[in-house]
């Protein structure tokens, strides 16, 4: 069976949102196409998500709809991941749940893919975000840094929220990596992308799972990912403390203790940094060789397996 359009919807306590999701999807896709399937990724969910996705499958037997329940929280990368081993569809879109990104943009992406062939994926970027200055010219400020650091162009301003034809997403199901930086990816793996703006609406319920601490934690993630060049930062510390020691060797000769103690307590912090730098990285390794799976599903549910039984 042949089906022209993959959504992916991770989850994680959207109990207040994925039924309302699941009618303006619906709503959306009329007078586009009914070939479409609609990919619920439940990330270890702790409020109700699990019983509303299995009261939304089995009382919309009508639409295409499969429900993938983790044993855990395994983070939304692993649930994007997981979304794109599921997707049978020509195109795939990776969208939120909470509606804050309008399923008529999906719409208006896959349009855009069907008008130009030469195009493969189609990413959205925030015509005007709602975030403070401050974290706006962080984030920009992190993907030019990341852009030359790795050799590769980060769109600064696109979110995960886009459609890409199936070739990609198997493009980056390949991709043997446990510790994932979509971003990045949809990036390393090249092909022709187009930029379109949104308009952002305001959530419906819940509250957002983005703070300071987890984007900070996100972009060091990146740079760990997608560039080695933190791991060189002895060599230019070592020169820079090279410098430094015939400077305080300089003033110890007019005050000893204090130019011994300065020395030893600014070498040792540098160190330290660098050991930090190498552990982290060590830490990714060890991890990757572990080998261990990306996720755990605990249960899956699926049209297909409603449309064997009525065969």
Same mark, same amino acid.
């Given at each position: 069976m042949s089906v022209k359009h993959s959504l992916i919807v991770p989850c994680y306590n959207e109990e207040g949102n994925v039924e309302n999701f699941l009618k303006e999807t619906v709503e959306a896709m009329k007078g586009y196409t009914d070939s479409y399937e609609i990919i619920f990724v439940n990330d270890g969910s702790k409020d109700t998500?699990?019983?509303k996705l299995r009261q939304i499958f089995n009382e919309n037997k009508d639409v295409r709809i499969k429900v993938i329940n983790f044993s855990r929280n395994f983070g939304k990368e692993a649930a994007m991941y997981t979304g794109f081993t599921q997707a049978v569809g020509e195109y795939i879109t990776i969208i939120d749940a909470d509606l804050q990104q309008d399923p008529k943009y999906a719409v208006e992406m896959a349009r855009i893919l069907d008008s130009d062939p030469d195009c493969d994926m189609v990413a959205a970027y925030q015509a005007h975000r709602k975030e403070g200055k401050a974290l706006s010219k962080g984030?920009?400020?992190?993907?030019?840094?990341?852009?030359?650091m790795s050799g590769i162009d980060f769109i600064s301003d696109?979110?995960?929220?886009?459609?890409?034809r199936k070739c990609v997403a198997d493009t980056i199901v390949a991709l043997p990596e446990y510790h994932r930086f979509s971003k990045g990816i949809f990036s390393w793996v090249g092909y022709n992308t187009v930029s379109i703006p949104y308009e952002v609406r305001d959530r419906e319920n819940g509250e957002t799972k983005w703070n /300071?601490?987890?984007?900070?934690?996100?972009?060091?993630?990146?740079?760990?990912?997608?560039?080695?060049?933190?791991?060189? /930062?002895?060599?230019?510390l070592g020169a820079i403390l090279l410098v430094i020691s015939v400077v305080f060797g300089i003033i110890g000769l007019l005050a000893p203790y204090y130019g011994i103690i300065s020395a030893v307590l600014f070498a040792?912090? /540098?160190? /330290?940094?660098?050991?930090?730098?190498?552990?982290?990285?060590?830490?990714?390794v060890h991890t990757q060789v572990k080998d261990r799976p990306i996720f755990i599903s605990k249960e899956i549910l699926s049209y297909e397996d409603n449309q064997e039984s009525d065969n």
């Amino acid at each position: 069976m042949s089906v022209k359009h993959s959504l992916i919807v991770p989850c994680y306590n959207e109990e207040g949102n994925v039924e309302n999701f699941l009618k303006e999807t619906v709503e959306a896709m009329k007078g586009y196409t009914d070939s479409y399937e609609i990919i619920f990724v439940n990330d270890g969910s702790k409020d109700t998500t699990p019983k509303k996705l299995r009261q939304i499958f089995n009382e919309n037997k009508d639409v295409r709809i499969k429900v993938i329940n983790f044993s855990r929280n395994f983070g939304k990368e692993a649930a994007m991941y997981t979304g794109f081993t599921q997707a049978v569809g020509e195109y795939i879109t990776i969208i939120d749940a909470d509606l804050q990104q309008d399923p008529k943009y999906a719409v208006e992406m896959a349009r855009i893919l069907d008008s130009d062939p030469d195009c493969d994926m189609v990413a959205a970027y925030q015509a005007h975000r709602k975030e403070g200055k401050a974290l706006s010219k962080g984030k920009h400020t992190f993907y030019k840094t990341i852009s030359k650091m790795s050799g590769i162009d980060f769109i600064s301003d696109a979110s995960d929220f886009r459609t890409l034809r199936k070739c990609v997403a198997d493009t980056i199901v390949a991709l043997p990596e446990y510790h994932r930086f979509s971003k990045g990816i949809f990036s390393w793996v090249g092909y022709n992308t187009v930029s379109i703006p949104y308009e952002v609406r305001d959530r419906e319920n819940g509250e957002t799972k983005w703070n /300071l601490k987890k984007l900070i934690a996100y972009a060091i993630e990146g740079i760990m990912a997608y560039t080695d060049k933190p791991l060189k /930062l002895p060599l230019y510390l070592g020169a820079i403390l090279l410098v430094i020691s015939v400077v305080f060797g300089i003033i110890g000769l007019l005050a000893p203790y204090y130019g011994i103690i300065s020395a030893v307590l600014f070498a040792g912090s /540098l160190v /330290l940094i660098c050991q930090g730098i190498s552990g982290a990285y060590l830490g990714k390794v060890h991890t990757q060789v572990k080998d261990r799976p990306i996720f755990i599903s605990k249960e899956i549910l699926s049209y297909e397996d409603n449309q064997e039984s009525d065969n």
